[in-house]
Every structure is written in C-alpha cells, then in structure tokens.
C-alpha cells in the first residue's frame, strides 16, 4: 500500500466511513483515527500503530452534546473544563456509557474524551455520524508526529492516506484529566494546556503517580516518546560537551542565554516563549534523530507552566543519567 499525503477531506470521509483508519491533523498532534463506535475499526488502529491493547484511546467529537451521551457522569469541575477550554487540547476521562466498544476504553470503566480545535478535524467529524478514535500517529513508544513528513516517516505503507493540514498549533498531547474516588480532578497527564492554567479555572488539583512501568493510568508508562538515538536529560550542557567529545552529539535546549555557544546545540525558542518550545519540540526531536547520531542531551526545562509538560516528555524520552557513564571516554 502506499500511503498518500493530500488534502482531499472528501476522500478521508469516505475511507473513515468504510472503517478505515486515516492520519489526520488536530491542534496537538497528528492523530491515526478511525470510527470509534466500530470495533473492527479500532481494532485497525492498535494493528497499524503496534500499540498494546490493555493501552485506550480518546474519542473525540464535535459537539458537547455528543459528548455527554458517551459518559453517565460529568462532574461540575468537568463541566466548566468544557466550557472553558473546548474546542481545544483539554482530555476528560469519564465513566463511560454503555454503548462505547471495549476496544476503545481497553475494558476500563471510563472513556477518554475531547472536541479537538483543528478546523479540519472539526469539518471532518461534521461530515461522519461517529466519534474518531484517535491516538497519536506515531508507532508505539516513537516520538508523536507534529506534521505530515512524521507521520510518513513511521507509518508509510500502513495506511492509505495523511490528511495534510501543515504544523499543529501546539506540539504536544492534550492535557488529560480524569476524577479520583473521591470525584474530584486528578491530572493524568501533563499536556498543551499547562496545569496552572487548570486550576486557575477549577481550583487545584492532584496529580496521578507517574513514572512507574506499572501505570496508575494507562496513558503513563514510562517510556515513551522515544527518539531512537540514547537521549538524555541533563541539568547542563556545557560539563558533558567535553566528557563526551569523542562521539556525534546532538544537543536541545530553551533560550538562547542558557545554551553553550556550540553548532550543535539547538535552541527551541531563542526569546524564552515556553509556548513556542513546545511547538518546537518534537520537531526538533524527530531532527535530530534523523542525523543518526551517536547521543542526544537534552537540557532539562524551567519547572514551571508549559515547562513541566516538556520536561515530563523529555523524561520519557531519555534513558537514566547513570547510563551516560558507558558513553565516556575511557
Ligand atoms: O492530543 C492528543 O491527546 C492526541 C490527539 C490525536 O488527540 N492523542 C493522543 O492519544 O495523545 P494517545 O493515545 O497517544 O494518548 C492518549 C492517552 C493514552 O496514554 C491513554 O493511556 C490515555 O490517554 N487514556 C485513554 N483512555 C483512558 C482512560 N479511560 N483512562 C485513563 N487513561 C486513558
Ligand atoms: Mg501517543
């Protein structure tokens, strides 16, 4: 099969109605999406990606009402998150109605669900009587695809066609909250939306536990995200560029004033714009990886607004710190 690029929304719709699984452009990251009320089609869609099936994925609709017969339960926390950041990068996971397959859910009692911002997704979702699934568009554990060449790169002769809608808006995964046993808000994964943005609207919240193999959520294993090149996470550049002089290095960083004036080190926002870093971000990852070089040292990011985010995908992207040893010159 080869995969085509185009801009023929006409085409997405029929193969989406047919229940095939189609990469399309949202605000976030591209998504592999398919019918998300046909099991057959969902099922399409954890094939082509390689992803576990104990791994759900979000639905994504195109108006509230829908969205409120998918759950049995929309706390008023929830609500306001609606109202307040759809369409947009905000995910809810709720308990989930009846009728949503298994396969999207992954047998879990509560579904995960949006109304994404893209103007193409949201014309798409117009024209088809179901929700679309929708994971990133990436094969399980690469880095999430930000434009239609990433897409390409892991899933060419997968699937039939990459809705081209350009660069997503803002680089990263949505913002997903879920409700804890008490029934208040639980951040389960750090997204476009920053978490102080949240709470600036719903008061503050908890976060799940991440980091662990075992997740406390689904969405929050360890690894993921992955360039293929070792990748680290490093407080500073400038000690390791000497220790490691002997191998092809490729370097990330923020701001112009925190990076060693060095070729190699690339800047995601040379004024200091967390939004822009995070738009840059897997961009600049899925580069990097591209030149096939021996190792990749990220800086990590200030710990505050969208710099949490990225420091918790630059996390997941990296090994531990202590396996840098076995790069150094002996
Ligand atoms: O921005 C995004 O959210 C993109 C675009 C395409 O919408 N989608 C995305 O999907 O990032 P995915 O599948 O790569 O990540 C969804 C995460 C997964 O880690 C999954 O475990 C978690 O959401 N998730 C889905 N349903 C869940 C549920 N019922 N409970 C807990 N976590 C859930
Ligand atoms: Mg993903």
Redesign the pocket.
Known sequence: MKTEISQDIQKVVELLKKGDPVAVP?E????LAANGFDPDAVRLIYEVKG?PSY????L?FSTKEKVFQAVTQVPLWANELMDYFWPG?L?L?LP?ARHIPDIV??G?D???V?I?AHPLMLEILKNIDFPLA????NLFGRI?PTRPEHVFQDLNGRIQMILDGGSCQYG???T?V?IDESGSPLL??H??ISKEDVEEKIGRINEARSGSDTPA?????KSHYAPRTPSFLVDELTPWIEKLDHLQLGMLCFTLSEGPDDPRVRVLSPSGDLQVATKELYRVMHELDQLKLDILLFKSFPTYGLGVSINDKLHRATRPTIELRKFLKS
């Open positions: 949202t976030t990251v591209y998504g992803r791994n759900p994925v979000i994504h990068p995910t996971v989930k859910t992954a879990l509560t579904v995960a949006r994404p929708a994971p990133s568009a999430s990263v995964e949505s997903i879920g389960l994964r997204g476009s959520a689904p969405g929050m294993l």
